[in-house]
Protein backbone atom coordinates (compact mmCIF):
# COMPACT_ATOMS: atom_id res chain seq x y z
CA UNK A 1 0.00 0.00 0.00
CA UNK A 2 2.22 2.80 1.15
CA UNK A 3 6.03 2.94 1.98
CA UNK A 4 8.05 5.47 3.79
CA UNK A 5 11.21 6.28 1.77
CA UNK A 6 12.81 9.31 4.44
CA UNK A 7 12.65 10.84 8.03
CA UNK A 8 10.49 13.16 6.37
CA UNK A 9 7.81 10.77 6.21
CA UNK A 10 7.44 11.27 2.37
CA UNK A 11 4.73 8.52 1.44
CA UNK A 12 5.11 6.95 -1.58
CA UNK A 13 1.77 4.98 -2.80
CA UNK A 14 1.84 1.85 -5.12
CA UNK A 15 -0.41 1.97 -8.60
CA UNK A 16 -2.59 -0.65 -7.48
CA UNK A 17 -3.82 1.70 -4.46
CA UNK A 18 -3.91 5.27 -6.25
CA UNK A 19 -6.02 2.98 -9.38
CA UNK A 20 -8.38 1.54 -6.57
CA UNK A 21 -9.17 4.93 -4.73
CA UNK A 22 -9.46 6.26 -8.34
CA UNK A 23 -11.80 4.12 -9.28
CA UNK A 24 -13.94 4.09 -5.92
CA UNK A 25 -14.22 7.58 -6.13
CA UNK A 26 -15.99 6.82 -9.71
CA UNK A 27 -17.64 3.82 -8.73
CA UNK A 28 -19.42 4.79 -5.62
CA UNK A 29 -20.31 8.13 -7.13
CA UNK A 30 -18.95 10.01 -3.76
CA UNK A 31 -16.85 13.32 -3.49
CA UNK A 32 -12.89 12.76 -3.53
CA UNK A 33 -13.09 14.88 -0.21
CA UNK A 34 -14.71 12.25 1.56
CA UNK A 35 -12.70 9.59 -0.18
CA UNK A 36 -9.54 11.35 1.08
CA UNK A 37 -10.87 12.13 4.80
CA UNK A 38 -11.80 8.52 5.29
CA UNK A 39 -8.35 7.45 3.74
CA UNK A 40 -6.55 9.66 5.22
CA UNK A 41 -5.19 11.39 2.15
CA UNK A 42 -4.89 15.14 1.63
CA UNK A 43 -7.31 15.27 -1.29
CA UNK A 44 -5.35 17.36 -3.66
CA UNK A 45 -3.63 13.47 -4.10
CA UNK A 46 -6.87 12.01 -4.66
CA UNK A 47 -7.58 14.79 -7.67
CA UNK A 48 -4.03 14.12 -9.04
CA UNK A 49 -4.44 10.49 -9.50
CA UNK A 50 -8.15 10.99 -10.62
CA UNK A 51 -6.27 13.73 -13.64
CA UNK A 52 -3.72 10.92 -14.20
CA UNK A 53 -5.66 8.18 -14.31
CA UNK A 54 -7.75 9.91 -17.25
CA UNK A 55 -4.98 11.05 -18.80
CA UNK A 56 -3.48 7.01 -19.22
CA UNK A 57 -0.60 7.61 -17.19
CA UNK A 58 -1.81 6.10 -14.00
CA UNK A 59 -2.45 2.20 -14.99
CA UNK A 60 -2.28 -0.75 -12.61
CA UNK A 61 -0.29 -3.38 -13.86
CA UNK A 62 -0.82 -6.47 -12.02
CA UNK A 63 2.70 -7.72 -10.53
CA UNK A 64 3.70 -11.19 -10.28
CA UNK A 65 4.34 -11.09 -6.88
CA UNK A 66 2.54 -13.86 -4.49
CA UNK A 67 0.10 -13.13 -1.69
CA UNK A 68 1.04 -13.54 1.43
CA UNK A 69 -2.53 -13.96 3.17
CA UNK A 70 -3.68 -17.16 0.54
CA UNK A 71 -4.43 -20.46 2.09
CA UNK A 72 -1.75 -23.49 1.51
CA UNK A 73 -3.33 -26.90 1.35
CA UNK A 74 -2.41 -28.80 3.90
CA UNK A 75 0.20 -31.71 3.61
CA UNK A 76 -1.14 -35.42 3.57
CA UNK A 77 -0.49 -36.88 6.36
CA UNK A 78 1.97 -40.19 7.06
CA UNK A 79 1.29 -43.37 7.82
CA UNK A 80 1.85 -42.63 11.29
CA UNK A 81 0.90 -39.33 11.24
CA UNK A 82 -2.82 -40.99 10.51
CA UNK A 83 -1.83 -43.90 12.99
CA UNK A 84 -1.32 -41.07 15.97
CA UNK A 85 -4.26 -38.58 14.86
CA UNK A 86 -6.48 -41.46 15.53
CA UNK A 87 -5.30 -42.96 18.51
CA UNK A 88 -5.33 -38.96 19.67
CA UNK A 89 -9.30 -38.49 18.67
CA UNK A 90 -9.83 -42.02 20.23
CA UNK A 91 -8.12 -40.49 23.72
CA UNK A 92 -9.99 -37.30 22.90
CA UNK A 93 -13.68 -38.98 22.92
CA UNK A 94 -12.73 -41.24 25.91
CA UNK A 95 -11.28 -38.61 28.33
CA UNK A 96 -14.37 -35.94 27.19
CA UNK A 97 -16.82 -39.11 28.82
CA UNK A 98 -14.74 -39.33 31.73
CA UNK A 99 -14.97 -35.43 32.12
CA UNK A 100 -18.84 -35.12 31.34
CA UNK A 101 -19.31 -38.47 33.39
CA UNK A 102 -17.40 -36.51 36.50
CA UNK A 103 -19.90 -33.62 36.62
CA UNK A 104 -22.71 -35.23 36.89
CA UNK A 105 -21.48 -37.17 39.56
CA UNK A 106 -20.19 -33.99 41.24
CA UNK A 107 -23.97 -32.83 40.72
CA UNK A 108 -25.11 -35.66 41.99
CA UNK A 109 -22.85 -35.28 45.17
CA UNK A 110 -23.95 -31.62 45.16
CA UNK A 111 -27.75 -32.33 45.38
CA UNK A 112 -27.39 -34.82 48.01
CA UNK A 113 -25.17 -32.86 49.88
CA UNK A 114 -28.38 -30.04 49.98
CA UNK A 115 -30.88 -32.84 51.00
CA UNK A 116 -28.95 -34.06 54.02
CA UNK A 117 -28.11 -30.51 54.82
CA UNK A 118 -32.28 -29.54 54.99
CA UNK A 119 -32.66 -32.44 57.02
Known amino acids: MAKILCKERVVEYTNEF ?16 DIADILGLHPTMVYRWRQEYREGKLVYEPSRRISMTTKKSPKPLSEDQQKEFK ?33
Open 18 to 33: KVKVVELTHGLNVRAN
Open 87 to 119: LLKQQNARLSKENDLLKKWQGYLAKLKQKDSHS
